[in-house]
């Protein structure tokens, strides 16, 4: 009797070890067996009571060992759920980060257009000044010798007219300058030569000396 009893906890114990890598098909191919094994005890006559509690039990068995394996594959699918969520959280944040991350490089990309944009402005318009500043270079290195043959001309003209008007006599070296052919197109042509500008003689030498002597 006990040794009948220990038997069937040992079996009992063999038929509950779970199976963990067992597969969905798996199990409902157990689970049919067992509803088969079932009809087939409820129509079939059984020739005693205690045969048919034994095969009962045996389903039952079983049945229970379908149970925890399920049960633990639940255990196991929530915690991959868990593990799931937490990931999902993490890459929500990753996102986050990245969208954040996008955002300054855009920022930070349009504000390089702009720089780029406003150099070129600066650049296109020292270049005009630059050719501006030739140009008028050009034009005064063109204009500028027959301003300064103007200016000469004059000068020496309004030189010559003063000592004309001058009792002194009119010295040698500017006696020998007459204005540029330049300058003198206009006011320059009717000036008289330089030795029609010297002074009358004097009558006597001695009015002379009387000025030279009260100076």
Same mark, same amino acid.
């Given at each position: 009797?006990?040794?009948?009893?220990?038997?069937?906890?040992?079996?009992?114990?063999?038929?509950?070890?779970?199976?963990? #890598?067992?597969?969905? $098909?798996? *199990?409902? *191919?157990?689970?049919?067996?067992?509803?088969?094994? @079932?009809?087939?005890?409820?129509?079939?006559?059984?020739? $005693? #009571?205690?045969?048919?509690?034994?095969?009962?039990?045996? @389903?039952?068995?079983?049945?229970?060992?379908? @149970?925890?394996?399920?049960?633990q594959?639940?255990?196991?699918?929530?915690?991959?759920?868990?593990?799931?969520?937490?990931?999902?959280?993490? &890459?929500? #944040?990753?996102?986050?980060?990245l969208?954040?991350?996008?955002?300054k490089?855009?920022?930070?990309?349009?504000?390089?257009?702009?720089?780029?944009?406003?150099? #070129?402005?600066?650049?296109?318009?020292?270049?005009?000044?630059?050719?501006?500043?030739?140009?008028l270079?050009?034009?005064?290195?063109?204009?500028?010798?027959?301003?300064?043959?103007?200016?000469?001309?004059? &000068?020496?003209?309004?030189?010559?007219?003063? &000592?004309?008007?001058?009792?002194?006599?009119?010295?040698?070296?500017?006696?020998?300058?007459?204005?540029?052919?330049? *300058?003198?197109?206009?006011?320059?042509? $009717?000036?008289?030569? @330089?030795?029609?500008?010297?002074?009358?003689?004097?009558?006597?030498?001695?009015?002379?000396?009387?000025?030279?002597?009260? *100076?």
């Open positions: 009797m006990l040794g009948n009893q220990h038997r069937e906890q040992e079996e009992l114990i063999e038929q509950l070890q779970v199976d963990k #890598d067992m597969t969905e $098909s798996e *199990a409902t *191919a157990q689970i049919d067996r067992l509803l088969m094994e @079932i009809q087939e005890l409820n129509t079939t006559k059984v020739s $005693s #009571d205690k045969e048919k509690e034994k095969r009962m039990r045996a @389903i039952l068995r079983r049945k229970l060992k379908l @149970i925890e394996q399920w049960k594959k639940l255990e196991s699918m929530h915690n991959k759920h868990e593990k799931l969520k937490g990931d999902h959280v993490n &890459l929500r #944040d990753d996102f986050s980060k969208n954040q991350e996008k955002l490089l855009t920022n930070f990309s349009n504000g390089l257009l702009q720089k780029e944009a406003e150099a #070129d402005a600066i650049l296109m318009k020292e270049k005009a000044n630059l050719e501006h500043c030739a140009m270079g050009k034009r005064q290195q063109k204009e500028k010798p027959v301003e300064a043959e103007k200016e000469r001309a004059a &000068l020496l003209q309004s030189l010559q007219t003063a &000592l004309a008007n001058s009792p002194e006599p009119i010295p040698p070296f500017l006696a020998s300058m007459n204005p540029s052919p330049v *300058a003198s197109t206009s006011s320059f042509t $009717s000036a008289q030569p @330089i030795s029609s500008l010297k002074p009358p003689p004097v009558a006597s030498q001695k009015p002379h000396s009387k000025h030279n002597e009260k *100076a």
